[in-house]
């Protein structure tokens, strides 16, 4: 598309940055979006596993990152109201 072709364009310290930008709007979308505890311990199992996850396979490495993160973020808030207590 033309945002491909447009990047060979512009300093390569100004593509670098814009790179940058679609993660941490998603980011913040999703923080704000966020009401529940789980839906903040999935955000933050997110931001830790997801590094570890694309090390280790790239090509679907965001999507076990999800299962996983999301999986264990509902696991401890479904137990934790189990118990009576806030996660």
Request: charged share 10%.
């Amino acid at each position: 598309g033309i945002s491909h072709t447009l990047v060979t364009t512009v300093p390569d310290v100004l593509a670098a940055g814009l790179l940058f930008v679609m993660p941490l709007y998603f980011l913040v979308s999703m923080t704000d979006a966020a009401r529940v505890p789980a839906e903040y311990l999935s955000l933050g199992f997110g931001l830790v596993l997801g590094p570890l996850f694309h090390l280790v396979s790239p090509e679907t490495g965001l999507l076990m990152c999800g299962l996983v993160g999301g999986t264990l973020a509902y696991a401890i808030a479904f137990l934790a109201r189990k118990r009576g207590a806030s996660p």
